[in-house]
């Protein structure tokens, strides 16, 4: 079958006498999870498949191509888009690339203000990816919980920088504009009222384990294919610390399989080294270590420590001015740079390129999704295919992070 | 656990390879790093891997850079060591014309779509690559889009490129 | 024999039509097409906040069930040839709602060499929503517009002469 062909085709195998059939089928690229535009092109054995091969592509917008004509500071509403979920994130690379570049100090105050954007859109990612993997595994109530949790921080951004989803704040050089007065004390009283809803979130999710434990073996024969929450997520793709490391796997996908790294804390950068807070790992709670559990509750802790680093910064942010002065013709010195951010998919890289003119070189942006998505057809072979879209909701994929 | 400095992994790979590798060049921790010639960069990458004391187990970053002036197409490699948390940076440089390197899919996973996308978008064969095709731009694409020189098609399968603009001037 | 467009105009006519058009425009199935950005706000739009639920417009995963696709984000043209498949696997009468920027024109993404300026180059649009994103107001209007837009349409009463052009 053409990997870019959409029909279905039936192969005839004839095995011992007995002729089998495999299906090829293509999952996507419209489909009803949230993770974007992906395609996978299945070979499957019934319910049990051979192999899912990924065919990505459809939402590639050259976004690299588009920075070497617009400039540096016209680039910054592009970074948005590179990730549309974790926004913050791409604005910061972007302008710590260009800041990186061309020898800029940062004002303390700009710092925090993007350390306190970065961490509540972190809080906003991981409220996505987690629920969007459960609507995916078939709980569709918490989904609405994390978009009404969603709204209440889109309210707050919005107050900050004026829009809901593509954010366009930081500029090379610091923010675009300061904290509105009266937004520190909402934003606090935000956080306090939200870090026992994750609590909640998660007595959701434990509430099946309390209920079902007693009841496993009664239950064995009958729910052996008929998996509740942990156990559908329970030993699904497991993925070693090796492999992890091998196929460029970052962030909660890396930290899910046991790797103690975090950029925020082992190559810091901004205010980092001066907040206090953990990584969480994953410790095969459920089953063994790397699996799609595992990630799922590095998720969730993360959401914690998020609102410990808002807390400290919202109560520390120092004075002073918001951006440093930079020329509205940007030209840093020739050279390149590579910097690395902890978005909410992981350490995401850029790699810029300068020729000493107003318009970069070359802009390469290496993200965690591009490298999940390749190991996804090594780890599908014999998952079934409700598995498939349980390993996809929990590596988070986003599609532009895929394509750009 | 020491991170090793540069000039120290320089110096490693110097005396392993002699001319292959050249001089070390870089202005901060994270573009400091050295050519080294296509023949040899499987062997300094699995070099570079596998030493102890040196352990870049994980290709960070591989991407392609188009310098039409200097007539290469530069492929930079940041290799970063999660052992002992430094990074290096290595550039191959292939001509315009004709640029192939030796896949370097062998010694990481996760070189294999990076090395993809950069045939995709710049057109750099990697000799040994296991599955070399298109990844983001559809099969029957001309060209190859991040070439300085990449003229758009005026249409594709029947939808034109371009837009009239919506301001009546 | 069809009643399509056959009778005249009069009250009684025209207010099954009305009726026919109310029943319509009041449960409208969009498709879940969303491709980029504009589908978070798609999706909020019809979260806990803003509901479009209330209009009765309740997402489905196939077009084959769906009487509107809402396409929200960028439309490359890798995926326009895959869009026209799926708008030809709805039923009809089935209507397009354009959200967003990159859908109506390419938006800012006209610089680019991988994106179909428009999804009018594929499919015909019947609203066009502004925005980068849109915020879930305005989506909301956009489907009221086309609320208004099914209301006028006519099924049992003939439809009025096109007058010709000078």
Redesign the interface.
């Known amino acids: 079958m053409s990997l870019t062909g959409f029909e279905v085709e039936i192969q005839r195998e004839v095995d011992g006498g007995l002729s089998t059939e495999d299906m090829t089928l293509s999952m996507g690229p419209q489909h009803p999870s949230t993770h974007g535009v992906l395609r996978f092109v299945v070979r499957a054995d019934g319910e049990v498949m051979k192999e899912a091969i990924p065919d990505i592509g459809y939402l590639h917008r050259s976004i690299e191509k588009i920075a070497e004509k617009v400039g540096w500071h016209g680039f910054m509403p592009y970074t948005d888009r590179v990730d549309y979920v974790a926004a913050m994130f791409c604005n910061q690379g972007w302008a710590m690339a260009g800041e990186r570049l061309a020898g800029i100090e940062v004002p303390k105050r700009s710092e925090y203000c993007r350390v306190i954007a970065a961490e509540f859109n972190r809080i906003q990612s991981h409220l996505l990816s987690v629920g969007s993997m459960a609507m995916d595994i078939g709980a569709y109530t918490p989904f609405t919980h994390a978009l009404r949790e969603r709204e209440y921080i889109n309210d707050l951004i919005e107050e900050l920088c004026g829009a809901r989803l593509t954010f366009n704040y930081m500029r090379i050089g610091g923010v675009a504009w300061d904290i509105p007065p009266g937004w520190r004390e909402k934003a606090l009283a935000y956080v306090e009222r939200f870090e026992p809803l994750i609590d909640e979130y998660n007595a959701l999710i434990f509430a099946y384990v309390e209920r079902f434990e007693p009841l496993i073996d009664e239950y064995n024969a009958l729910i052996s294919f008929n998996k509740i929450y942990t156990e559908r997520l329970a030993n699904v793709a497991v993925i070693t610390a090796q492999e992890a490391i091998d196929y460029n796997l970052v962030g909660p996908n890396l930290r899910g399989s046991g790797v103690h790294y975090d950029v925020r804390r082992d190559e810091p950068y901004s205010v980092y080294p001066e907040l206090d807070f953990e990584v969480p790992v994953g410790t095969g709670e459920m089953g063994m270590v790397g699996d799609c559990f595992d990630r799922y509750m590095v998720r969730m802790r993360e959401m914690k420590e998020s609102c410990k680093i808002l807390r400290q910064c919202l109560q520390r942010l120092p004075g002073g001015p918001v951006v440093a002065k930079v020329a509205r013709n940007f030209k840093p010195p020739a050279g390149d740079c590579y910097v690395r951010v902890e978005s909410a998919r992981g350490d995401m890289g850029w790699y810029v390129v300068s020729d000493g003119t107003a318009f970069p070189h070359r802009c390469k942006i290496r993200t965690g999704s591009f490298a999940a998505m390749s190991i996804i057809q090594k780890v599908s072979r014999n998952l079934m295919i409700a598995d498939l879209i349980a390993v996809i909701a929990s590596f988070d994929l986003v599609a532009p992070e895929i394509d750009r | 656990m020491a991170a090793s400095d540069p000039a120290a992994i320089h110096a490693a790979l110097r005396s392993h390879f002699g001319d292959a590798v050249g001089d070390l060049a870089g202005?901060?921790p994270?573009?400091t790093g050295t050519t080294v010639a296509p023949s040899a960069i499987v062997d300094v990458c699995r070099f570079l891997k596998t030493e102890t004391g040196l352990a870049f187990?994980?290709?960070?970053?591989l991407?392609g850079?188009?310098y039409p002036k200097r007539n290469v197409i530069e492929v930079?490699y940041?290799l970063y060591s999660?052992r002992y948390?430094h990074?290096f940076?290595l550039k191959v440089d292939v001509p315009r014309d004709n640029p192939a390197v030796p896949s370097v899919a062998g010694v990481?996973?996760?070189a294999?779509?990076?090395e993809r996308e950069v045939f995709d978008?710049l057109g750099v064969t990697f000799e040994g690559h296991p599955d070399l095709r298109?990844?983001?731009?559809?099969?029957d694409w001309p060209g190859h889009?991040?070439r300085k020189d990449?003229v758009?098609p005026e249409e594709?399968?029947g939808?034109?490129?371009?837009?009239e603009s919506?301001l009546k001037t | 024999m069809s009643l399509i467009n056959t009778a005249p105009e009069m009250a009684l006519t025209t207010k099954i039509d009305d009726f026919l058009n109310w029943t319509r425009k009041s449960s409208v199935w969009y498709m879940m097409f969303g491709l980029a950005c504009c589908a978070i706000e798609m999706m909020q739009t019809g979260g806990p906040r803003s509901d479009l639920d209330r209009f009765g417009a309740a997402p489905r995963a196939t077009p084959r069930v769906s009487d509107l696709i809402i396409v929200s984000g960028t439309l490359t043209l890798k995926m326009a040839l895959r869009t026209k498949v799926l708008y030809d696997q709805m039923p009809d009468p089935k209507y397009v709602i354009s959200m967003g920027s990159c859908a109506n024109c390419g938006g800012l993404f006209q610089l680019a060499y991988s994106v179909c300026d428009g999804v009018d180059k594929v499919i015909p649009v019947d609203v066009y929503v502004p925005g980068c994103p849109p915020r879930p107001e305005a989506l909301t209007e956009g489907l009221v517009k086309l609320q208004e837009k099914i209301q006028q349409e006519r099924w049992l009463v003939r439809k009025p002469a096109v007058a010709a052009n000078a």
């Open positions: 202005t901060r994270d573009n187990d994980c290709l960070s970053n991407s850079v188009d930079v940041h999660y948390r990074l940076v990481w996973h996760a294999e779509w990076q978008l298109r990844i983001l731009m559809p099969e889009p991040l990449f758009e594709y399968h939808i034109s490129t371009s837009r919506l």
